[in-house]
């Protein structure tokens, strides 16, 4: 018989409602979902800004041409956004600008949470000096300026490629989650499944990596939905200050070449600068109730409430 915690193993035996309907657990968690208000408002924001951001493109192509005698002229039924200072369509600008940043934001909290995983989990469960030595090392990290410290990379390398900006941030904001996780793991060591996995001799990685992390697996995604809602705001905010190059076209570019021109002044230039903003907004009101009520759901002390 193998050996399993108890979240995997409830998510492996299914609960008798579960056996009535016959759905399995993602079926599950999508159908409590759309029963919470906030959760079904911001899974259709996410969906409504991935679909925009991802199909969008396929559909209007990524080419864009202007006319620069055109410059900054007003929304009209052809160009439903106006044109920006170059002459191009801020329409068709906003939507192929949005896989970056989704790119990034995604890629980024991928990064972040896998390395906060990895030290956090080993941390908390070998303890002694390896323990204190990670610890070291996320208090070294965590006392470094990211902002200062990427405006000395752009100054040294060029952070026109969003895969490795993604990296960057990526590597910089896992410590935070990783006390999280060293958290959990201290608690979670000491179960019964923990125990018997020790009695049995399975390993440590099997028990770290095959029975205590699999049963932070709610956790871990909450936390993950939250990293991207930082690495989306951590990439704009370095396009919005000009420490990444601007090059190609994001949101967070546009902002900055607004800015910058001074579209704020002129009433025609103000959808080229509101049009991100608000693209940003919607996704990340978007994942914060998404957030919430993935938390709702998977955490029992707050669903009991």
């Given amino acids: 018989m193998s050996l399993e915690g108890s979240t995997t ?28 208000v906030e959760g079904f408002i911001g899974l259709l924001l ?27 002229e007003g929304p009209s ?13 801020t329409f068709h600008l906003l939507v192929i600008g949005g ?35 990670l610890l070291q090392l996320t208090d070294i990290v965590m006392t470094i300026p990211q902002i200062v410290l990427l405006a000395v990379v752009g100054a040294f390398y060029k952070l026109d490629s969003p895969a490795l900006l993604a990296v960057i941030i990526g590597v910089l904001t896992w410590p ?12 979670l060591k000491e179960r019964e499944f923990v125990e018997a996995a020790q009695l049995l001799d399975v390993g440590w990685f099997r ?15 909450i936390n993950f ?11 704009v905010g370095l396009y919005l200050l000009g420490l990444a190059p601007q090059r190609g076209t994001n949101w967070g570019i546009m902002i900055n ?21 608000v693209m940003i907004v919607l996704l990340q009101l978007g994942l914060i109730l998404l957030t919430r009520t993935l938390e709702e759901i998977l955490n029992p002390r707050l669903r009991e409430r």
Avoid at 207 to 221: Q, R, T
Avoid at 228 to 233: E, Q
Avoid at 257 to 277: R, S
Wanted: no cysteine; proline share 4%; net charge positive.
């Fill in 77 to 89: 039924a052809q160009h439903w956004l106006g044109l920006e200072g170059s002459g191009k369509d």
């Fill in 257 to 277: 070449d607004a800015w910058t021109k001074g579209a704020m002044f002129n009433p025609d230039a103000m959808p080229y600068i509101v049009a991100p903003v």
């Fill in 9 to 36: 193993a409830a998510l492996a035996v299914p609960s008798k409602k579960a056996r009535r309907t016959g759905r399995n657990p993602l079926a599950r968690l999508v159908s409590e979902m759309t029963r919470s």
């Fill in 99 to 133: 896989g970056t940043v989704l790119m990034v934001g995604f890629l980024a909290a991928a990064i972040t949470t896998v390395i906060a995983v990895a030290i956090g989990a080993l941390a908390g469960y070998v303890g002694g000096r390896l323990d204190a030595a």
């Fill in 225 to 235: 939905i939250i990293a991207v809602t930082n690495a989306i705001y951590a990439m």
């Fill in 46 to 72: 996410v969906l409504a800004v991935l679909a925009f951001s991802l199909i969008g493109p396929l559909i209007m192509g990524t080419d864009v041409s202007g006319d620069a005698s055109r410059a900054w």
């Fill in 207 to 221: 028990i770290v990596f095959g029975e205590i992390v699999p049963n932070m697996a709610s956790y871990i995604l």
């Fill in 176 to 187: 935070v989650l990783m006390r999280s996780i060293r958290a959990q793991v201290l608690s």
